[in-house]
């Protein structure tokens, strides 16, 4: 993750912000925060600055407003803004960066998950989810011989080589263990296809994704893994309705080693409130948790997984 930092010379909120990201970013040695100063109009604007300071994640801020526009002037955080500073509190901060951090995570480094084009990785990772959401099944021997064929390759070298980058999973006998964000087994995150099949997910997050992916309805069934409460999360034209409203996703912002079946899915889970994820968590100080509100989540599992099935 890259953060950028835009301000006029000798901004006084700059230093505020300085010390806010100091204490959220405390303990991550894997993130750099890139200072720069911005002196005139022409630059505010190429840059994207809407007053100083401006925060960028990724090359993108995510405090934009609409409306806003590009200035020189001392920035202002909508609701937060108070007569100490225009900077974004250490909670809201922290919110929006542990977004991020997730999505990261999920993202597998950058390399996301959708499988290349070259080798027919592409084309066979397409069939594997389409069997998964049109049959809720692995595919069979001849749909992947099918999407293999126009690459002249056998379906079992592509299979390999999906697996080796985790877009996948192959157990010991060959046979698919993941097909992020499906589970060939039966997991805590049951998922209703409308007019389509019943499917497990991987994680929570996985979840999430499917409804964006297919571009359809959706009834996701899950349970708090602290104690027990029924979970819904129900997708009724690209809109998501949970009970208990109160619900949260806890993610894990730490470095996955391995596959993520083996490694992080466990702990992408959904709770029925903040409370709970967090009594949760304290129980399993291994891992380094992130609580995400239902629109958070809900774009985790749109960002990661919405581009799969898509035309290119």
Aim: glycine share 10%.
């Amino acid at each position: 993750m890259e953060l950028t930092v835009l301000a006029v010379p000798e901004c006084p909120l700059a230093e505020v912000l300085r010390g806010r990201l100091a204490e959220v970013l405390a303990g991550r040695n894997d993130v750099q925060v890139a200072w720069r100063e911005v002196s005139g109009q022409s630059e505010a604007v190429r840059l994207g600055m809407r007053g100083s300071p401006t925060l960028l994640v990724n090359g993108v801020d995510p405090f934009a407003r609409e409306g806003e526009t590009a200035s020189l002037s001392c920035r202002l955080y909508g609701p937060e803004q108070d007569a100490v500073s225009g900077v974004p509190s250490v909670e809201r901060l922290r919110a929006t960066l542990g977004e991020h951090f997730a999505a990261d995570v999920l993202a597998r480094g950058g390399r996301g998950r959708l499988a290349p084009a070259e080798g027919g990785q592409r084309a066979v990772q397409r069939a594997v989810l389409r069997a998964f959401a049109t049959h809720g099944r692995p595919p069979t021997d001849d749909e992947l011989a099918e999407a293999a064929a126009p690459f002249g390759l056998p379906p079992a070298d592509v299979l390999a080589q999906l697996s080796a980058a985790d877009y996948l999973v192959l157990g010991a006998d060959g046979r698919i263990r993941a097909a992020y964000p499906f589970s060939p087994v039966p997991t805590v995150h049951r998922v209703e296809i409308s007019g389509g099949p019943q499917v497990w997910a991987m994680c929570a997050v996985d979840a999430l994704g499917i409804a964006p992916m297919l571009g359809r309805d959706v009834e996701i069934r899950s349970a708090d893994p602290h104690n027990g409460r029924d979970i819904t999360v129900a997708f009724r034209d690209g809109a998501a309705v949970w009970e208990p409203e109160s619900a949260v996703v806890l993610v894990s912002t730490g470095a996955c080693s391995g596959p993520a079946v083996d490694a992080c899915c466990s702990s992408l889970n959904f709770f029925a409130d903040s409370a709970s994820a967090l009594r949760w968590a304290a129980d399993h100080p291994e891992i380094r948790g992130q609580v995400l509100g239902p629109r958070q989540a809900e774009l985790l599992g749109r960002e990661t997984f919405g581009p799969l099935l898509g035309e290119a």
